[in-house]
């Protein structure tokens, strides 16, 4: 039993990884998105479309900071010497799906009067597959 874990546990390393990373990562954004929102804005939880708009930039910034070193060494293991490029790919990638959260969180909070954490949550799960799929087809690439 214990050695069909540990294959499916090396055959997954690197979803298992992400899924670790990932979820340090949606930490580290969420405790700077909340975190403004408490000095800047109060704690509200029904903040406006342009206080969501600059929470959103504060949680994403903060994400990429995070998620780009962690996932080139531990999750993809990049061994890419073009650092700056692979950076700048990952960059953009995280840019498009912070809009995709971005318009959720709109939609969500604004539109529809969900509170704003929950529409954090739920915009999350979007983007967290987006990056996902987009980080191992176009940025961390296997040649």
């Keep these: ?3 069909k874990i540990k294959s499916l546990c090396v055959k997954h390393r690197e979803i298992l990884v992400y899924l670790i990373v990932g979820g340090l ?3 580290v954004s969420w405790a700077a998105k909340f975190l403004w929102n408490l000095a800047f804005y109060g ?3 029904d903040p406006t479309a342009l206080q969501n708009t ?4 504060v949680e994403n910034a903060a994400g990429i900071a995070f998620a780009y070193p962690t996932n080139r060494k531990w999750v993809f293991q990049s061994k890419n010497p ?3 490029a692979e950076a700048g790919s990952f960059v953009g990638s ?3 799906t912070m809009l995709l959260g ?3 969180n709109l939609l969500f909070t604004n539109v529809l009067g969900v509170p704003m954490m929950v529409s954090t949550v739920i ?5 967290v597959v987006g990056n996902y799929i987009i980080s191992k087809l176009l940025v961390f690439r296997k040649n």
Excluded at 54 to 57: D, E, F, K, Q, W
Excluded at 123 to 127: I, N, Q, T
């Design 1 to 3: 039993m214990i050695a």
């Design 25 to 27: 990562t949606t930490v």
């Design 43 to 45: 704690g509200t939880p």
């Design 54 to 57: 600059i929470l959103s930039v």
């Design 82 to 84: 073009n650092i700056l």
């Design 94 to 96: 995280r840019l498009l």
């Design 102 to 104: 971005w318009l959720l």
């Design 123 to 127: 915009a999350s799960v979007f983007v």
